[in-house]
């Protein structure tokens, strides 16, 4: 079985929470769970698969954490690795920049080797405007909203968990 770390930013706790339930969905330890700040190229080497998570700040911007985590990504050697990408954000309020933060990550880490999973999410049943973080129709990652679609959360975790499993 291929080792999962997962990797979130988040300033408020929601993006942290978000990460323990997916890790639970897919038996990750605790201790395979860890925050942006603390990532390092020995971390990045020891996982086959990165679930990387963030918030959606400001017009549109990462969680403060991953600034210095892309760099470090993109320092690593990420080829053969896995790389599915989850975010949170608040389709009502930010209609026009609802997850970006994934989008960000995703145009970050294009070039580096790796394979993204998890990467065809269904705009079907989410309420936005625009969002950089929709390619080829689907969202490119698992785009959460616990503001003001809390009640879909756990459905949509289980669906991109589903399909994530296909390739692990």
């Known amino acids: 079985?291929?080792?999962i770390g997962i990797f979130y930013g988040s300033s408020t706790g929601t993006c942290e929470d978000l990460a323990n339930r997916i890790a639970d969905?897919?038996?990750v330890s605790a201790q395979d769970v860890h925050s942006a700040d603390k990532l390092t190229e020995a971390?990045?080497?020891e996982y086959d698969v990165l679930l990387l998570g963030?918030?959606?700040w400001g017009d549109g911007d990462m969680q403060d954490d991953w600034y210095d985590g892309v760099k470090v990504?993109?320092?690593s050697d990420l080829?053969?690795?896995l790389v599915a990408l989850f975010g949170c954000?608040?389709?009502e309020s930010y209609c026009d920049t609802f997850c970006d933060a994934i989008g960000v990550l995703y145009e970050?880490?294009?070039g580096t080797g790796c394979t993204f999973i998890g990467n065809k999410v269904s705009t079907d049943g989410y309420s936005y405007s625009s969002s950089i973080s929709v390619v080829d129709g689907c969202f490119v990652g698992l785009a959460l909203d616990e503001v003001n679609e809390s009640d879909k959360t756990d459905e949509r975790i289980d669906a991109w968990v589903a399909e994530l499993q296909k390739s692990l």
Do not use: E, N, P, Q
């Open 1 to 3: 079985m291929k080792k």
């Open 43 to 45: 971390m990045v080497k």
């Open 54 to 56: 963030s918030s959606t």
């Open 25 to 27: 969905k897919l038996g």
């Open 73 to 75: 990504l993109k320092a």
């Open 108 to 110: 970050d880490l294009k």
């Open 79 to 81: 080829s053969g690795k």
């Open 89 to 91: 954000g608040d389709s």
